[in-house]
């Protein structure tokens, strides 16, 4: 009888490439790279982890009356316990979520929920959207996240305003703001983690990050969805020091019968 050789070891040459090598796999096996279409919306998401442990964290969850849940975290720092604050926040969403419709509430549930367990320093930066497909509305809230960029004919929305709210973990009684935008066909919006704008870096540190996201999106938005999403995030050979999380929604014809 054959067997199949098991694949060759990889040699890292120290315990921390391996390390970061199989932080990376993992965290690529919880939040891939995909594409989603969503009665309406076509989804597409580009994950670059940086090998470290704890890293960002993307769920699209189907809700009662044919909503979707679309959400990204971002721990503040990395190691064990930011990978289980993830692994936590992507267990219990379903819970939340039946709890509430609305995204504020449910971020201010989830806020709730880590602060109970007591632990100091579990910080993590969010963006909860809901979509309504009949309404084609998108409903979203922002807890310490940078806020979604909004494009429509190639012209940048002003959403930049909408930024907003504490991390989660911070503070008991915090709030955050909803907003709802109405998408026309063609439209796109975007949700990203810090390490897009880190990624995507001009070397003009005076530009904010929301801004320098802004322009390369806009540069782009004469792109396919997918191929916009994929190109955004070109990270050099050198290692990231932070994980790079891009979602791009678009409001198309093609996706409205699936």
């Known amino acids: 009888n054959e067997f199949k050789q098991a694949a060759p070891a990889i040699s890292f040459g120290e315990p921390q490439a391996e390390e970061r090598h199989l932080a990376a796999a993992v965290h690529r096996k919880l939040t891939p790279s995909r594409h989603l279409s969503l009665s309406g919306l076509?989804?597409?998401?580009?994950?670059?982890?940086?090998?470290?442990?704890?890293?960002?964290?993307?769920?699209?969850?189907?809700?009662?009356?044919?909503?979707?849940?679309?959400?990204?975290?971002?721990p503040m720092n990395h190691g064990a316990k930011a990978a289980l604050t993830i692994s936590l926040l992507s267990a219990e969403l379903k819970r939340w979520l039946a709890l509430t419709m609305g995204p504020a509430r449910c971020l201010e549930l989830i806020n709730q929920e880590l602060l109970s367990l007591g632990i100091s320093g579990l910080y993590v930066s969010g963006a909860l959207a809901m979509w309504f497909p009949p309404s084609n509305s998108l409903t979203y809230a922002t807890a310490g996240l940078h806020p979604p960029i909004w494009i429509r004919e190639r012209k940048v929305m002003s959403l930049d305003k909408f930024a907003g709210g504490l991390p989660l973990g911070v503070e008991a009684e915090a709030e955050f703001e909803e907003h709802s935008v109405s998408l026309q066909e063609n439209d796109r919006v975007f949700f990203f983690t810090d390490g897009v704008s880190e990624a995507i870096a001009t070397g003009n540190s005076a530009t904010g990050a929301t801004a320098r996201?802004?322009?390369?999106?806009?540069?782009?938005?004469?792109?396919?969805?997918?191929?916009?999403?994929?190109?955004?995030?070109?990270?050099?050979?050198?290692?990231?020091?932070?994980?790079?999380?891009?979602?791009?929604?678009?409001?198309?014809?093609?996706a409205i019968a699936t």
Request: with cysteine; net charge negative.
């Open 42 to 74: 076509l989804v597409e998401v580009n994950y670059v982890p940086s090998g470290v442990l704890g890293g960002d964290c993307f769920e699209c969850l189907q809700t009662s009356g044919h909503r979707w849940a679309l959400a990204l975290f971002d």
């Open 213 to 254: 996201v802004s322009d390369v999106l806009l540069a782009g938005s004469g792109l396919p969805l997918a191929r916009q999403v994929r190109e955004t995030l070109r990270l050099s050979d050198e290692v990231a020091f932070d994980d790079a999380l891009l979602v791009g929604c678009e409001l198309s014809e093609a």
